[in-house]
């Protein structure tokens, strides 16, 4: 073994030439997620630019900064202690769907109730506290989760997510504005899958970004406008600029507990979705070969939520998926620390701004659109070829979240909602409404619910089968999946179906001849000692 892999210091262990792609990549998502959600704050919710400003963005480059240097600090760990150089850092970063969920459910119904802003904002910090404490709580139930649970159950609802929440709004998006983002997407296809090697070997995303940026601002010179960039825009942002430190909130987390009725609805089944999620991006970066600890990981998220909470900011910090795309990309430990630095900069000298007016955010979309590619291909990549039927079927709850939510936003945009258009006209268009809700509802928890329980009948292992059936039902009695709310009850004849599956089952195993499972190798279809998972 060479030195430069087991020494415990050297520049190799803190960066690698891998590092610069993966920070340009990996920033950029970051940077398209605090865009994102400052558009949130200031236009969904009109909170004013001090608040946005001056106290929430602060709050949120603290959190984020304290967890990719954390998660930094976790892969050198881990390179330590194996003596191997090729670690990656987890990445991680604001919740996505939860931007989207502590916005609209959360605090926009808040802020139409009060007409107050800045009682919205206090309702998101204390469901953010919620949440905080209940993945702390599921940090240590987590890993006996992940030991019983087959991968493919884990990567086929990852990927269900890939596909839909994470890979079909840049798709369209590059679609709707294709001068800049098919342009963007062939530079970056180009270098990370095809090898093509740019200018002094600058990385692919940065060459993407400079291009995209390029078309938008050579477009205005014609009248054309592409990318939705400004002079005028460029301008106002630099109103923003100055220094913001994060400030203690406790008192505004506190005052959010009067509505803790709307909180509670949402918090504790979101907090245990992403206690799932991270679960499932720890099994993900273990398939490609980066074990972390499942209960560090999942603390770490709820402490560090908790910390940025407590100083203003109302968004849930999270594991995110993408670890094995940022590994193929040659990031390592620096890229995640970078990246922290990075948005503590942005966020505490008010630069943010003056980003979002500069650079067309077509231009970085494609990015998240590889990384998409990258994890919906892993789950069938690092599992067994006869496991590939419970991929698919895990991955299509979350293909029905997103329907429902398409629809939803359809039907908004129209004034409208579906029980007032109602399900029946809606089903004789092919629109099969309560079925999307039905199978989506707890999306991530359903998807890995039924890749077990087909996993398991795959392998001939019915009587694990039926407790995976069981566990669905009891999940399901209470709202946890395959409801669009918490409590007893909300699905009662899902319940009923999944246990009487798990009876069956369990009558199979004890009662039935079973032949034994054909058990095929990851290669090209000859038979080998693959062992269930």
Same mark, same amino acid.
């Given at each position: 073994?060479?030195?430069?892999?087991?020494?415990?210091? /050297?520049?190799e262990?803190?960066w690698?030439p891998?590092?610069?792609?993966?920070?340009f990549g990996?920033?950029?998502?970051?940077?398209v997620?605090?865009l994102?959600l400052?558009?949130?704050?200031r236009?969904?919710?009109?909170?004013?630019?001090?608040?946005?400003?001056?106290r929430?963005?602060?709050?949120?480059?603290l959190?984020?900064?304290?967890?990719?240097?954390?998660?930094a600090?976790?892969?050198y760990?881990?390179?330590q202690?194996?003596?191997?150089?090729d670690?990656?850092?987890?990445?991680?970063?604001t919740s996505?769907?939860?931007?989207?969920?502590?916005?609209?459910?959360?605090?926009?119904p808040?802020?139409l109730r009060?007409?107050d802003?800045?009682?919205?904002w206090?309702?998101?910090?204390?469901?953010?506290?919620?949440?905080?404490?209940?993945l702390m709580?599921?940090?240590?139930?987590?890993p006996?989760?992940?030991?019983?649970?087959?991968r493919?159950?884990?990567?086929g609802?990852?990927?269900?997510?890939?596909?839909?929440f994470i890979?079909?709004?840049?798709?369209?998006?590059?679609?709707?504005?294709?001068?800049?983002?098919?342009?963007?997407?062939a530079?970056i296809?180009?270098?990370?899958?095809?090898?093509?090697?740019?200018?002094?070997?600058?990385?692919?995303?940065?060459?993407?970004?400079?291009?995209?940026?390029?078309?938008?601002?050579?477009?205005?010179?014609?009248?054309l406008?592409y990318?939705?960039?400004?002079?005028?825009?460029?301008g106002?942002?630099?109103?923003?600029? /100055?220094?913001?430190?994060?400030?203690p909130?406790?008192g505004?987390?506190?005052?959010?507990?009067?509505?803790?009725?709307?909180i509670l609805?949402?918090?504790?089944?979101?907090?245990?979705?992403?206690?799932?999620?991270?679960m499932?991006?720890?099994?993900?970066?273990?398939?490609?070969?980066?074990s972390?600890?499942?209960?560090q990981?999942?603390t770490a998220?709820?402490?560090?939520?908790?910390?940025?909470c407590?100083?203003?900011?109302?968004?849930?910090?999270?594991?995110?998926i993408?670890?094995p795309?940022?590994?193929?990309m040659?990031?390592?430990?620096g890229?995640?620390?970078a990246?922290g630095?990075?948005?503590?900069?942005?966020?505490?000298?008010g630069?943010?701004?003056?980003?979002?007016?500069?650079?067309?955010?077509?231009?970085i979309?494609?990015?998240?659109?590889?990384?998409?590619?990258?994890?919906?291909?892993?789950a069938f990549?690092?599992?067994p070829?006869?496991?590939?039927?419970?991929?698919?079927?895990?991955?299509?709850p979350q293909?029905?979240?997103?329907g429902?939510?398409?629809?939803d936003?359809?039907?908004g945009?129209?004034g409208?909602?579906?029980?007032?258009?109602?399900?029946?006209?809606?089903?004789?268009?092919?629109?099969l409404?309560?079925g999307?809700a039905?199978?989506g509802g707890?999306?991530?928890l359903?998807?890995?619910?039924l890749g077990?329980?087909?996993v398991?009948?795959?392998?001939?292992?019915?009587?694990?089968?039926?407790?995976?059936?069981?566990?669905?039902?009891?999940?399901t009695?209470?709202?946890?999946?395959?409801?669009?709310?918490?409590?007893? /009850?909300q699905?009662?004849?899902?319940a009923?179906?999944?246990?009487?599956?798990?009876?069956?089952?369990?009558?199979?195993?004890?009662?039935?001849?079973?032949?034994?499972?054909?058990i095929?190798?990851h290669?090209h279809?000859?038979?080998?000692?693959?062992?269930?998972?």
């Amino acid at each position: 073994m060479s030195t430069t892999t087991t020494a415990a210091t /050297g520049r190799e262990r803190y960066w690698v030439p891998g590092d610069w792609n993966a920070f340009f990549g990996f920033g950029t998502n970051i940077l398209v997620n605090v865009l994102v959600l400052t558009g949130l704050l200031r236009f969904v919710l009109k909170m004013p630019d001090s608040l946005v400003f001056g106290r929430i963005l602060p709050a949120l480059g603290l959190m984020l900064f304290l967890s990719t240097v954390y998660y930094a600090w976790l892969a050198y760990r881990l390179a330590q202690k194996t003596g191997r150089t090729d670690v990656c850092a987890l990445p991680s970063g604001t919740s996505v769907p939860h931007m989207f969920v502590v916005t609209f459910v959360v605090m926009l119904p808040i802020l139409l109730r009060t007409n107050d802003p800045i009682q919205a904002w206090e309702a998101g910090l204390t469901w953010v506290f919620v949440q905080s404490f209940v993945l702390m709580a599921g940090g240590f139930i987590a890993p006996v989760i992940r030991r019983i649970t087959p991968r493919a159950a884990l990567l086929g609802s990852l990927a269900g997510i890939s596909i839909t929440f994470i890979s079909m709004r840049p798709g369209l998006l590059v679609f709707e504005t294709p001068l800049i983002g098919l342009v963007c997407f062939a530079i970056i296809l180009a270098n990370w899958f095809g090898g093509v090697r740019y200018f002094q070997d600058v990385p692919g995303g940065l060459i993407a970004i400079a291009a995209g940026t390029l078309i938008a601002w050579g477009s205005n010179l014609f009248g054309l406008g592409y990318g939705g960039l400004s002079v005028g825009s460029v301008g106002d942002a630099f109103s923003h600029f /100055g220094f913001s430190f994060p400030i203690p909130a406790v008192g505004h987390v506190f005052s959010g507990f009067k509505f803790i009725g709307v909180i509670l609805v949402t918090a504790i089944p979101f907090g245990i979705y992403d206690l799932v999620e991270a679960m499932d991006n720890v099994e993900s970066a273990a398939a490609a070969g980066d074990s972390f600890p499942t209960t560090q990981v999942l603390t770490a998220d709820g402490v560090i939520s908790l910390i940025g909470c407590l100083l203003g900011n109302p968004f849930i910090n999270a594991v995110y998926i993408g670890h094995p795309g940022w590994k193929a990309m040659g990031g390592r430990i620096g890229y995640s620390a970078a990246t922290g630095v990075m948005v503590l900069v942005l966020t505490w000298l008010g630069i943010v701004a003056l980003v979002s007016s500069l650079i067309p955010v077509v231009a970085i979309l494609p990015i998240l659109l590889y990384i998409g590619m990258l994890i919906g291909s892993q789950a069938f990549q690092e599992t067994p070829r006869s496991h590939a039927p419970a991929i698919i079927l895990a991955m299509i709850p979350q293909i029905a979240a997103w329907g429902k939510t398409m629809i939803d936003g359809a039907l908004g945009a129209a004034g409208t909602n579906a029980a007032t258009v109602g399900f029946d006209k809606l089903g004789n268009t092919g629109v099969l409404y309560k079925g999307l809700a039905t199978l989506g509802g707890g999306a991530t928890l359903a998807g890995i619910i039924l890749g077990a329980v087909t996993v398991f009948i795959i392998e001939r292992q019915l009587e694990k089968a039926a407790w995976f059936a069981l566990a669905g039902s009891i999940l399901t009695f209470f709202g946890l999946i395959h409801a669009e709310d918490l409590g007893v /009850g909300q699905s009662p004849l899902v319940a009923l179906s999944y246990l009487g599956i798990a009876v069956m089952l369990y009558c199979f195993a004890r009662f039935a001849h079973v032949s034994p499972a054909a058990i095929e190798s990851h290669g090209h279809g000859g038979m080998s000692e693959q062992p269930a998972e």
